[in-house]
T-cell receptor
């Protein structure tokens, strides 16, 4: 099955700086790559996603890039704010039904 | 719309006891999923369903059973709880579509402790 690796496991950034989280996947047939944000004690929520026919997607301060050849995708958060502190999960879909998740990155934004 | 709901929110079991977790969604979604979340391991798929009356195994199905008798409900059963099943359990649902699965919506989670 699909195997998703996520790095780093923890990330501490100064408020206003950028944060980058990277994921790799194993199944070249994967075609959908969502990113979820999970605040402490809350449920995961989708923040952005990208499909395999697109190389980059932006939504305000958040962007995701996809390199199908290298089988990796990244989340970029610019101008970080304290409310960006959370655990972020990447995921990959290799068939129509299932997502495989990375282990998560704990992001801390220092004021 | 309530979205995806889960009951109970918390539960403590003794080893060997059984219990059922209930997931309900009011979005008319075809697909439903059960995950467990453990520190440092992300979300691991236990079982899933692509429609009423159907279920399939995920990544970590041992020790769990599921049923989808109604489209809006997905039940997760533990027949004989073990301490290794201490975890936070999330249910999720998604619609189907021409491009395959859509966004997964998660429930609030159930924190289960097995002593």
């Amino acid at each position: 099955g699909e195997n998703v690796e996520q790095h780093p496991s923890t990330l501490s950034v100064q408020e206003g700086d950028s944060a980058v989280i990277k994921c790799t996947y194993s199944d070249s047939a994967s075609n959908y790559f969502p990113w979820y944000k999970q605040e402490l004690g809350k449920r995961p929520q989708l923040i952005i996603d990208i499909r395999s026919n697109v190389g980059e997607k932006k939504d305000q301060r958040i962007a995701v890039t996809l390199n199908k050849t290298a089988k990796h995708f990244s989340l970029h958060i610019t101008e970080t704010q304290p409310e960006d502190s959370a655990v972020y999960f990447c995921a990959a879909r290799s068939n129509d039904y299932k997502l495989s998740f990375g282990a998560g990155t704990t992001v801390t934004v220092r004021a | 719309n309530a979205g995806v709901t889960q009951t109970p929110k918390f539960r403590v079991l003794k080893t060997g006891q059984s219990m059922t977790l209930l997931c309900a969604q009011d979005m008319n979604h075809e697909y439903m999923y059960w995950y467990r979340q453990d520190p440092g391991m992300g979300l691991r798929l236990i079982h899933y369903s692509v429609g009423e009356g159907t279920t399939a195994k995920g990544e970590v199905p041992d020790g769990y059973n599921v049923s989808r008798l109604k489209k809006q409900n997905f039940l997760l059963g533990l027949e004989s709880a073990a301490p290794s099943q201490t975890s936070v359990y999330f249910c999720a649902s998604s619609a189907s579509g021409l491009a395959g699965q859509k966004e997964q919506y998660f429930g609030p989670g159930t924190r289960l402790t097995v002593t």
